[in-house]
Each structure stands twice: as structure tokens, then as C-alpha cells.
């Protein structure tokens, strides 16, 4: 069969996004440099993002023959605000120089208007982070046939021992309208911490990175295993209480939720060597030639946040 299908509406109206920036900042270098700030403080409103409007007529779009007539409009409007700020303290004294720096970000973001037809308000966008986080809510485990009997589930196979959710608007079925904003996927603090040391033809550099406030999901195929494959060590201890791997009927949910909150060690060692070229010819005065040597080692030292994966959310 053949047919003639639309691919969207056209709308002459349609414009650019727009982008509107304030930003305000602060350079100061206190004690003949000893100190030396920065700080920045930042609004970003992206304005009339393209979405195709929720709240035309059904008939406006068919799923096969697959066709939709509505327009992309000017719609969706997002805000980003953050607090960037670094400092440095540094000092040289004969052939021996030092510098320790700080450096650190504040970042929040939001939907502040969003094009959607949700019927409950914790399904909606406008209001939350851009990079929001959703899944359902681990209240902890079914205890027995009675309690899956009286209780939301997933489907037919929930048995006693699986995971349990909450059920937000209380319809007796857990779905995607269950679920709520968990976190964030970004962090919303950024930081770095150097320490530079130098002495002639050697440098010493030192450097951690640390982000706090992000959520992650533990759903690869180490802590979210099934059919024949091996039980890693984690899933074998936290939910193999009863000798048996916990079925898991969802991967979005607060029980396998960590925070990425951490903090990461980097050291670099360089060498510069300088030394006279040899020539029976001719040798110049001061002219000298150079030789680096450059060591790194990456991830020497890590800590994150450890994760209560207990009988709750």
C-alpha cells in the first residue's frame, strides 16, 4: 500500500534560539602577588528551544500510516547559574619557585518552562534540573506471597524476596507514571586542588580533582546480572541474603542509586637537563642545548562516598 504521509507542519514563524548571558567577575592579587582571585558568578537562559506542541489534537499525528502534522515551535526555555572561583598563592625565592592553587565550580540548572501534558505533577520537567535523574523508589523488599498479593508490582512475576516500589499515584500497577526525580546525572560541585614545586631543571606537580552532588546507576552488567551468567561478589553479598539473586524488575530505581562523589590524585614529575653541545668546530658562548624527562602517574589515590545499599531506599 502505498501513501502519502506528512513528516511534520511547517510554521512560519519558527525563529532562532536564543541565548542570554550576565556575568559578573573579580581579579584581585593581594601582597605583591603572594595571592591572586578569581571569581565569576554566571547566569545563562537559553530561550525558545524547538519542541513539537503536547496539546494538539491526537488526530494531528498517526502512528501507521506514520504521519504528524504538528510544527516545531519556539517553546522550551532552560537556566543555568553557577559560581566559578580560584585561587593561588605563590612565591619564588632564588632558584626555587612554589605555587598551590584552588580551584572550584557551583553549577544548578532548570527547565523554567517546558512544553509536556503530564497528568501528575512529579512527572514534570518544567521546574526540575536539566540533567534530572528519574526512576522509582525502593521501599525495600516483598516479604512474602501475601505481601505481593496486596502490594504494586511490576508484572505477574514479582515474587517474594524482589525488590518493592513505591506506587506514587496509588493505581496498583508500578510504571513509568511512578516514576520521580532521584538526582541529578551531573555534579553540582566541581573542584581541583594543584601544588606546583620547581628548583632549577625540576618540577614537581601535584593535582586532585573532586566532583559532589551527581547520582549514578549501578545497571552494567556487574551489579545487574542475570540468566547464566556469574554472580559478581557485590550482588552475591548485598542482595543474596537468602543464597538466591534478587530478581530486579527495574534498573532506574534508588536502591542501585550511588552518589558520584569522589576525589582523584594526579602527580607529575618533569626533568630538564641542560647541557653545552660538543664541537670540534666551533663553540658559542651561552649556547646550550636541552633534554626533558616527563614521569606521570594518574589515579594514584581515589575516594568516594560509600553507598548504604540496606533493607530501604
Known amino acids: ?33 603572594l595571592v591572586r582571585l578569581n571569581a565569576n558568578y554566571f547566569v545563562t537562559n537559553t530561550e525558545g528551544l524547538l519542541a513539537q506542541p503536547q496539546n494538539y489534537p491526537s488526530y494531528f499525528q498517526t502512528y501507521y500510516p506514520k504521519s504528524d502534522m504538528r510544527p516545531y515551535i519556539n517553546m522550551n526555555n532552560q537556566r543555568r547559574t553557577g559560581v566559578d572561583l580560584s585561587v593561588n598563592v605563590g612565591k619564588k625565592h632564588g632558584d626555587f619557585e612554589w605555587n598551590v592553587g584552588l580551584v572550584g565550580m557551583y553549577y544548578t540548572s532548570k527547565n523554567t518552562k517546558w ?8 512527572l514534570k520537567a518544567e521546574g526540575e534540573a536539566i540533567d534530572a535523574l528519574r526512576g522509582y523508589q525502593c521501599i525495600g523488599f516483598f516479604k512474602d506471597a501475601a505481601d505481593v498479593e496486596s502490594s504494586a508490582k511490576v508484572n505477574a512475576n514479582t515474587k517474594p524476596g524482589d525488590l518493592k516500589y513505591v506506587d506514587q499515584n496509588n493505581d496498583g500497577v508500578i510504571n513509568e507514571q511512578d516514576q520521580v526525580v532521584l538526582g541529578k546525572w551531573g555534579a553540582s560541585w566541581v573542584m581541583g586542588l594543584n601544588l606546583t614545586a620547581k628548583y632549577k631543571g625540576f618540577t614537581l606537580f601535584v593535582a586532585g580533582t573532586g566532583s559532589f552532588g551527581g547520582k549514578g546507576l549501578k545497571n552494567n552488567s556487574y ?45 607529575v614529575r618533569h626533568f630538564t637537563f641542560r647541557f653545552e653541545p660538543c664541537s670540534i668546530v666551533l663553540r658559542l658562548p651561552g649556547c646550550y642545548a636541552e633534554r626533558q624527562t616527563c614521569e606521570r602517574f594518574t589515579n594514584l589515590c581515589q575516594r568516594n562516598k560509600p553507598v548504604d545499599l540496606g533493607e530501604g531506599a
Not at 553479598?237 to 542501585?256: F, K, M, Q
Open 115 to 122: 512544553d509536556e501534558n503530564v497528568k501528575y505533577d512529579w
Open 223 to 267: 551489579m545487574h546480572v542475570y540468566g547464566d551468567r556469574k554472580y559478581s561478589e557485590v550482588v552475591r553479598t548485598l542482595d543474596g541474603r537468602d543464597g538466591r539473586y534478587r530478581h530486579i524488575p527495574a534498573s532506574h530505581h534508588t536502591r542501585w542509586r550511588p552518589e558520584l562523589c569522589g576525589f582523584r590524585l594526579l602527580v
Open 1 to 33: 500500500m502505498q501513501t502519502t504521509d506528512f513528516l511534520q507542519g511547517g510554521n512560519p514563524d519558527l525563529g532562532y534560539i536564543k541565548r542570554k548571558e550576565f556575568t559578573v567577575g573579580l581579579d584581585a592579587s593581594l601582597w605583591k602577588g
